[in-house]
Each structure stands twice: as structure tokens, then as C-alpha cells.
């Protein structure tokens, strides 16, 4: 099985866990096959909230209503893959730049059901260069605070997120205590938050493998 295939199992895998109602739908190529699975179903529910623009229009193409999450109570289940997750299903997220919204949709959802293929699976979170959304103004500000725990931060070229800001992806980071870091970088003025999601983990992890898709529950 090469990495797509085993994307597009786990995305098969996650409809198992889709209820009547409304879900959450996160963003990226796993997240892409999840929508075009969900598309097989889609009369099972009554629409979907979109964690960015791209996943609104994908969802959209396929004929599945996207609703304003203001509109939206709570939500039974959020879907969305990963840049990295450990075993206790802490994950750095937004290589897409979703981040923001993914983490908004994820905090609005009962459970989170992470996709992601074996690639994704480490012991210790840091070697994805770690997002952080930030209001433009605040960029330099924000940077220089970043620098002080140790990572070095590079500006995302050309990047605007949905909600009109940048990116900077710090490296160098070796992230022991994630939710201690996600509160902290959370801290800094001009953070609009960051690709920790540790406060909100991964409630179960569909984990592609050259064997078949393994369910993993935080450890
Ligand atoms: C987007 C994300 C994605 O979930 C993450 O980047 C994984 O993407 P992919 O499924 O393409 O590997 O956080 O902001």
C-alpha cells in the first residue's frame, strides 16, 4: 500500500464513524479523501461545517451543504489528519495553514477522529516545522518571542491565511510538553494560535499501515 492508498483507507475507515446530523471536516489530502468518501453517504447527513475555504468548496463540488458553525450547535464528530501525532494522539497540525479553523471546529465537536497514514506517527512532536497563525502587524514581535524558546521561526512566503494572516513555521523545537507549549505560544500578543493541538487531542486515531488501518486510542 503507498501513502495515498493508505489515505484512502483511513478515509473509508472514518465514515464508519459518521452519525445523522452534521460534522465537522477538516483539511488537506487526508482530509480530501475523507470528503470524497463522505460524498457516498451524504444523504446519512444533514451537512458539514468546513475547516477552511478549500474544504467548503470540495464538500460544495460533491453536493454536501456546508453550513456557518454560528448556525451549528455542538457537533457530534470532527474528522480531520495530522502532520504529526504520538501515541497519546497530541498532534501538530496546519502544514495547510488551516490551523485556526481546524482547531475552532475541532473545540465545537464532541469527537475528534484523526486520519492519518504511518508517516505521521512519532514518539516526540517537533520535526514538522511547528505553524503558528499571527496578525501581520505582529509578525517581527512575534518572531523575536519564538526565538526565545528555543525554535527558530520562518515566515511562510507568499501565504495568507483564511482569516487574512500569516504564518510563521518554527524548527527546531523539540516539543516534551506540548500542552505546556500550546499555552505558552498561545500567550504571545499577535498569536492567533498555534499547530499544538494538545488541550484538544485526538479522541481516535485512524492509522493507515501497509497492513490494513489500525484504531488507536490515546495511549
Ligand atoms: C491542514 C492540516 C492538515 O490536517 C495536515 O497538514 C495534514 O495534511 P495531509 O492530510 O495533506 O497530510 O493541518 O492545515
Same mark, same amino acid.
Given at each position: 500500500m503507498d501513502q495515498n492508498e493508505m489515505k484512502r483507507a483511513v478515509a473509508r475507515a472514518a465514515v464508519s464513524y459518521v452519525p445523522q446530523g452534521i460534522i465537522g471536516v477538516g483539511t488537506g489530502s487526508t482530509a480530501n479523501f475523507f470528503i470524497d468518501e463522505l460524498a457516498r453517504v451524504k444523504n446519512r447527513i444533514d451537512g458539514a461545517v468546513a475547516s477552511s475555504e478549500a474544504t467548503a468548496a470540495r464538500l460544495k463540488s460533491h453536493g454536501i451543504r456546508v453550513l456557518d458553525l454560528n448556525d451549528v450547535g455542538q457537533m457530534e464528530v470532527y474528522v480531520d489528519g495530522a502532520d504529526e501525532i504520538t501515541r497519546h494522539l497530541h498532534m501538530v497540525k496546519g502544514g495547510g495553514g488551516a490551523l485556526t479553523r481546524e482547531k475552532i471546529v475541532a473545540a465545537c465537536s464532541k469527537k475528534f477522529i484523526c486520519v492519518a497514514d504511518l508517516s505521521k506517527l512519532v514518539d516526540v512532536l517537533g520535526q514538522f516545522p511547528l505553524p503558528v497563525e499571527v496578525i501581520p502587524m505582529a509578525r517581527s514581535y512575534v518572531a523575536r518571542e519564538l526565538v526565545k524558546l528555543g525554535g527558530q521561526p520562518r515566515l511562510r512566503e507568499g501565504f495568507t491565511t483564511d482569516n487574512g494572516n500569516v504564518i510563521l513555521d518554527v524548527v527546531g523545537l523539540s516539543i516534551l510538553d506540548p500542552v505546556a507549549l500550546e499555552t505558552q505560544i498561545? *500567550?504571545?500578543? @499577535? %498569536?492567533?494560535?498555534? @499547530? =499544538?493541538? #494538545?488541550?484538544? #487531542? #485526538?479522541? %481516535? =486515531? =485512524? =492509522? @493507515? !499501515? +501497509?497492513?490494513?488501518? *489500525? !484504531? &488507536? &486510542? +490515546?495511549g
Open positions: 498561545n *500567550q504571545i500578543v @499577535g %498569536v492567533v494560535t498555534n @499547530g =499544538l493541538f #494538545a488541550h484538544r #487531542a #485526538a479522541d %481516535v =486515531l =485512524l =492509522l @493507515g !499501515t +501497509p497492513d490494513g488501518v *489500525q !484504531t &488507536l &486510542l +490515546p
